[in-house]
């Protein structure tokens, strides 16, 4: 792990990447080689102290508040049928593979449906040692399509239209319609939920299921992680599982600090009280380089898994309707500047949806049409729909007015070099830095007078609930 653990300040959830290297052995097992097995190691004596910038509502695979602070504990307590390594890559967990066209587990019918067939794995275990079954997922699978049940992301699940167990093991799920990454289902997706201990509750209390200590200081998972201790307001502690079908982690315990003050947690990282800072994270782009700059032994990680990031125009707002405007404001934006304003590696820059430098993103290369920066195309398409520079610089139409518009955003580094890139074309953003709350306004989001920055998980999941037609939020 070199000399110190590793900060990192993308967003998504970093602390996993380091549980990667550090937690278990990650790439594609052999089921024998994941078969569980009782430790004769002495436990050793290796820990990390983890920090994240606020104490979570839950443990669970909910959004409460708004924020998910709880994923990097979440995923050391519990585990998938598939996870994603560093690279995203998806890896086989609890499934002992993914579904496959050739092998003939994942069938696509002639009316667009689906059928996968997972086989699960044998000997996992739950931590309070009941066995891992079928039944667990389709559980978790009728609970996510609860609305009562604030489940963080419903977009697989109700892609399923049925479940059935063939086997102890295995487990054929019937899909409603295509879905691309079918064999790789995210986390906080089908997560399974144990049957065991939560069904009888949840057929009685649905509102008592979601408040149960269970999602909070009484959690047990499938991870590689269990919890041990919880002090409010100051930390938690995970340990070890001894006999994890992964086998036993190489760290003992993870303790998780909840700091909130960015003073206070930045001091921390430089004392080396605290290894890791992960996401979400309230430190900025100017802490990430006063930490670069002081941080002798540590070291600044970009997750490549990450969020996409992207300037969005409310196309009912003239001119942005016409696609040409949209080009020329595209080609105006140097994204190797606005990366750097937030200490971003140029490597990262994304084309499309894909993970930059993955193998799909190289093989969709060819198809995909990139807008490089060339004021001068900008300035030619605006001036082709009618938009002309004056002396002053600034594009004015035939009618005179000028080509000035709102820009809103929650990212300064980012809209401020933005900004400042259009205005060299002509254009007269007005930034507006919105406030927390209109996050998740639907209403203030659609009327926004003009453009606005954004970004979102890279998954399948998220886009389809942002970019299919279906999707799209009406006034009531």
């Excluded at 995923?75 to 994603?84: C, N």
């Excluded at 990454?181 to 009685?204: C, G, K, M, N, W």
């Excluded at 003073?263 to 100017?286: F, Q, Y």
């Excluded at 140029?346 to 969709?364: N, Y």
């Amino acid at each position: 792990m070199g000399s110190r653990q590793a900060f990192t300040p993308s967003r998504l959830f970093a602390a996993v990447i380091v549980a990667a290297g550090c937690l278990t052995q990650v790439p594609a097992p052999t089921e024998a080689a994941l078969a569980p097995r009782e430790s004769s190691q002495q436990p050793l004596p290796k820990s990390l102290v983890i920090a994240i910038s606020a104490e979570p509502a839950t443990l669970g695979p909910f959004e409460i508040g708004g924020d998910y602070f709880q994923a990097p504990i979440y995923k050391a307590l519990h585990d998938f049928l598939v996870a994603h390594d560093d690279q995203a890559q998806p890896v086989p967990r609890l499934a002992t593979e993914r579904p496959s066209l050739e092998s003939g587990s994942w069938k696509v019918f002639e009316d667009g449906t689906m059928e996968t067939t997972w086989r699960l794995r044998s000997g996992v275990v739950w931590q309070d040692g009941v066995p891992f079954t079928p039944q667990d997922i389709v559980f978790a699978w009728k609970v996510a399509n609860d609305r009562q049940v604030p489940w963080l992301s419903r977009a697989v699940p109700e892609a399923i239209d049925d479940m059935r167990i063939e086997d102890p093991r295995t487990l054929a799920m019937h899909w409603k319609t295509s879905y691309p990454f079918a064999d790789q289902p995210d986390e906080t997706t089908l997560d399974p939920v144990p049957v065991h201990i939560l069904e009888r509750l949840y057929a009685s209390d649905v509102q008592g299921f979601v408040n149960s200590p269970y999602w909070t200081r009484e959690f047990i998972g499938l991870g590689p992680y269990k919890l041990a201790a919880w002090e409010p307001g100051s930390h938690l502690e995970i340990r070890a599982v001894d006999n994890h079908y992964l086998g036993r982690p190489k760290l003992s315990t993870i303790t998780v600090r909840f700091i909130a003050d960015p003073n206070t947690l930045i001091a921390n990282l430089l004392s080396g009280t605290v290894d890791v800072n992960t996401t979400p994270t309230n430190l900025r782009p100017d802490n990430w380089k006063t930490i670069e700059e002081q941080w002798s032994d540590g070291t600044l990680i970009y997750d490549r898994a990450g969020a996409l990031q992207f300037v969005g125009p409310n196309l009912r707002v003239p001119p942005f309707g016409d696609v040409r405007v949209r080009r020329a404001m595209t080609h105006a934006i140097d994204r190797g500047d606005v990366v750097d304003a937030q200490l971003i590696p140029r490597e990262l820059i994304a084309d499309t949806f894909l993970v930059p430098g993955s193998d799909k993103a190289r093989r969709l290369a060819p198809n995909v049409r990139v807008y490089d920066y060339d004021p001068r195309a900008a300035i030619a398409l605006l001036e082709e729909v009618g938009w002309r520079r004056g002396s002053d610089g600034v594009s004015r139409n035939a009618a005179g007015q000028a080509f000035e518009f709102e820009f809103r955003s929650t990212n300064p580094p980012q809209v401020l070099v933005i900004a400042d890139l259009w205005k060299n074309v002509g254009l007269q953003p007005n930034i507006f830095m919105s406030p927390p709350a209109q996050n998740t306004n639907l209403e203030a989001q659609a009327n926004v007078k003009g453009v606005e920055t954004s970004g979102y998980f890279i998954s399948f999941s998220t886009w389809r609930g942002r970019v299919h037609s279906s999707a799209i939020p009406t006034p009531e």
